[in-house]
Nanobody
Framework: VQLQASGGGLAQAGGSLRISCLAS????????MAWFRQAPGKERELVTS????????YYIDTVKGRFTISRDNAKNTMYLQMNSLKPEDTAVYYC?????????????????WGQGTLVTVSS
C-alpha cells in the first residue's frame, strides 16, 4: 500500500492536532499500522501502533494519556489525535504499515512509509 500523511501544522503548547494517514493501492483491513516521528537531530522513533481491527494499541511512555491512535478501515485511513502537546513533540510524523503482521510493537517490522507531515509545537 501507498501511504500519505496529512494534517500537520503549528500548535501552541497545551493545544491539539489531529493527523491522518490515507492508504491507497490496497486495503489496510488486515495489517498493522503505526506512527513514527523524527525530531531534529534525533533518530526516528516508533510513537504508537495499532492492530488491524483497532482493538489493541501501543504507546511510548512519553505520549501515553495524551495521544490516541485510531483507524477507520472502511475509509482506509489511520489517525493520530494529539492533545496536551508539548514542544518536545515537535517532529516530522510518519505513518507506516506492516503487511506481514496484524499487530506489531516492533519498529523494525514496518516497511511501508508515508512521506511525513511536520508538527511544530510552540512554547
Amino acid at each position: 500500500v501507498q501511504l500519505q500523511a496529512s494534517g500537520g501544522g503549528l500548535a501552541q503548547a497545551g493545544g491539539s492536532l489531529r493527523i491522518s494517514c490515507l492508504a491507497s493501492g490496497g486495503t489496510i483491513n488486515y495489517i498493522a499500522m503505526a506512527w513514527f516521528r523524527q525530531a531534529p537531530g534525533k533518530e526516528r522513533e516508533l510513537v504508537t501502533s495499532i492492530n488491524s481491527n483497532g482493538g489493541m494499541q501501543y504507546y511510548i511512555d512519553t505520549v501515553k494519556g495524551r495521544f490516541t491512535i485510531s483507524r477507520d478501515n472502511a475509509k482506509n485511513t489511520m489517525y493520530l489525535q494529539m492533545n496536551s502537546l508539548k514542544p518536545e513533540d515537535t517532529a516530522v510524523y510518519y505513518c507506516a504499515a506492516d503487511a506481514s503482521h496484524s499487530y506489531s510493537e516492533d519498529a523494525t517490522t514496518y516497511n511501508s512509509w508515508g512521506q511525513g507531515t511536520l508538527v511544530t509545537v510552540s512554547s
